[in-house]
Structures are given as structure tokens and as C-alpha cells.
């Protein structure tokens, strides 16, 4: 029955036949128990002998069985890590970074040169009260200008901003002029009820900049623009400035700078004017600082906002400005600052 059963074992090649092997040698229907079991028939002396010889035959039965389970399991295992081994010298694959969106680049970029000017950066909120987005900017609800920007609405008085100056009635109602000058810019997204194409997109960026503070004039604002402007185009360029409106600023202009493509000569991105007009600005409207709480007789400086899809459409020649919302990467890989 030994030699038998530890034959049987020998010849289990896996986990289930050595299972097999267990119930049928050592289990409840097994010789052994039998063996066992019929014991109380047999004599007083005859019962250790057998009792004894019976144990050693399931011990050794056991052990056996136990040994070949460890064997085939540690096969088994050995097999699974030849299978799965890594071949540690084989080139890695390549994981793709990304990088900032365009318009992003020129963000920080502006952004970066203001910090290092002692600006503050203010982020609004997209979603704006109409009271920040007009009124306080010197848009009373009747005023004509509104149809200068065509506003999507969420509640009469709640509107996606179609322009980020709401943050400069913001900052301005909450700065201490005791602690110095209001010098901040803001950029973000901004909305405008208008029919995508190749120059408008419903959606678009803006930065704005504004400083307030003691005997700030308008050669303060033109210093600034040619900042920007050099930081972005090239450091030759200079800034020309021309009569506007904007409610809220008053004078207002329109800066253009030298053409960066034909310096001044005439090309087809400056329609040979040499001059391409860049943003608007404008000394702050006295109306704006008083309704903000701040005293125009003291407090007075300048605004502009600028708009970073033109920047970007410009620098890199780009003539459709709904690439830079249609997140393909073709596109966009092509401003890789990594190179
Ligand atoms: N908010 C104006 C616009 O969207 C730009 C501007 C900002 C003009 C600040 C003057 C001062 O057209």
C-alpha cells in the first residue's frame, strides 16, 4: 500500500492530481482510516503493532505528498518568472511631457515681467457680476458701449465677463493705499457673443494691467507698453500711441507697435501701414475710482488690456485663431519651448 501510494505520488504533475492523491490515500474513504478504523476489532496486542505500523505508513504517506506539493509549486513559480522576466537592457518607451498651451506661454511670460515689475497677479472669476463686468467700470445699463461687447448672460445680473477689467473694480475696492500703490495684473479667460471665425472666438484671453497710486501720467503707461512690447517682439520696437474710447479710461488710446516683421517698412502683417495695433488702454476714469471708494483728487494712474490669442497669433504668424481651441497636438507640439 506504501510503495503504491508513494507511487502515485511520484507521478502527480500538478496541484490537482497530488489533491487527488490525498483524498484517495489519506481520506475519510482511504485504506489508511479504514485500516485505522477497524483496529477496535483486532486484539489487545495486535493493536499497537498495527496501529503503529499504520501511522508510519500515513506519516510517510503525508511527508511524500507535502514534498511533491512543494515541488510542483516552486516549478510552477520558476516557470511563471522565466515567463515574466524583464529584460532590463531593452530600450524604455518614450513618455510624452506636453508643455504649456500656447497662449499659457505668453501668459507667463507677461506675467513673469510684471512680478519682477511688483505687480500683484489677481485671477477673477469667469462667471462675474454685471455690476464688476460694467457698472463699476463706468457702464451704467443704458450706456451704448454695452453693444461694443455682445455678453453671454447666465441671470440679468450674472454674465460670463467679456472682458477682464471687472478685476480692476475689484482690486481697486479692496486695496489700502496706505501700504503704497495698486500696481496688478490679471489674466484669464474672457466670453463674447460672437460667430467664431478665423479672427473672433467666443472664447478668448486678455490681460490686464493696472497702477494706481500718486502722480502716475500717461509716460508711465507708454514706459509700460514698451516693456511689454520689447519683452514680447524684439528690443528695437517702439510704441505709438493713438486717440480711443473706452468707457472706463479717459483719455483712452490704442498703442500700436513697429511692425516686428518689416520694422516699419510695410508688409502684409501690418498691411503696410509699418504699425500693428496691439491693445487698448488708457488713464483711469475719475467715475471708476470714485465708485470703487477711492479718491480721484488724490489716486489717479493707468490701465490696459491686452490679448495674448493676438500676441500669439502675431509672434508665430498663426492665421486662425480657433487653432489654439481645437487641442490638436499636431499644432500644438509645434510651440514646444523644450524644443
Ligand atoms: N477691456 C478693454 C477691452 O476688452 C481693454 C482695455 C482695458 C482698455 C483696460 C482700456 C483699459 O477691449
Known amino acids: 500500500l506504501l510503495q503504491q501510494g508513494l507511487k502515485q505520488v511520484e507521478e502527480s504533475v500538478n496541484l490537482d492530481s497530488i489533491n487527488d492523491v490525498r483524498v484517495k490515500m489519506l481520506g475519510k474513504k482511504g485504506p489508511i482510516t479504514e485500516v485505522l478504523r477497524g483496529m477496535r476489532d483486532l486484539s489487545s496486542e495486535e493493536r499497537p503493532k498495527v496501529g503503529q505500523f499504520a501511522n508510519e505508513v500515513r506519516d510517510q504517506l503525508t511527508a511524500a505528498i507535502d514534498e511533491q506539493r512543494l515541488k510542483i509549486e516552486s516549478a510552477k513559480l520558476n516557470e511563471q518568472l522565466k515567463k515574466e522576466a524583464i529584460d532590463v537592457t531593452l530600450p524604455g518607451n518614450s513618455v510624452a511631457q506636453g508643455q504649456p498651451h500656447v497662449i499659457q506661454q505668453i501668459i ?166 509699418g504699425w500693428i495695433e496691439v491693445l487698448g488702454a488708457g488713464m483711469t476714469h ?16 493707468f490701465a490696459f488690456g491686452l490679448g495674448p490669442d493676438r500676441f500669439a497669433m502675431l509672434k508665430y504668424g498663426v492665421t486662425d485663431i480657433r487653432d489654439f481651441y481645437q487641442n490638436d497636438v499636431r499644432f500644438l507640439t509645434q510651440f514646444d519651448q523644450k524644443g
Do not use: W
Request: charged residues 25%.
Open 108 to 273: 507667463d511670460q507677461l506675467v513673469d515681467l510684471f512680478v519682477g515689475m511688483g505687480y500683484v497677479v489677481a485671477e477673477g472669476g469667469e462667471v462675474e457680476e454685471d455690476r464688476y463686468n460694467f457698472e463699476m467700470l463706468n457702464l451704467p445699463k443704458d450706456h451704448p458701449a454695452r453693444d461694443m461687447q455682445d455678453t453671454f448672460y447666465v441671470t440679468p445680473e450674472i454674465l460670463m465677463r467679456t472682458q477682464t477689467s471687472p478685476m480692476q473694480a475689484r482690486t481697486l475696492e479692496t486695496h489700502d493705499f496706505s501700504k503704497g500703490p495698486l500696481k496688478m495684473v490679471s489674466p484669464g479667460k474672457v466670453y463674447r457673443r460672437d460667430t467664431d471665425d478665423t479672427t473672433h472666438s467666443h472664447q478668448f484671453h486678455q490681460v490686464e494691467g493696472l497702477v494706481i497710486g500718486k502722480h502716475i501720467t500717461m509716460a508711465d503707461l507708454k514706459g509700460t507698453l514698451e516693456i511689454v512690447a520689447q519683452e514680447l517682439f524684439g528690443d528695437e520696437l517702439e510704441v505709438r500711441l493713438r486717440p480711443s474710447y473706452f468707457p472706463f479710461t479717459e483719455p483712452s488710446v490704442e498703442a500700436d507697435i513697429t511692425c516686428f516683421n518689416c520694422h516699419g517698412k510695410g508688409c502684409s502683417i501690418c498691411k503696410s501701414t
Open 286 to 301: 475719475p467715475n471708476v475710482l470714485k465708485m470703487a471708494g477711492v479718491d480721484p483728487e488724490e489716486y489717479g494712474g
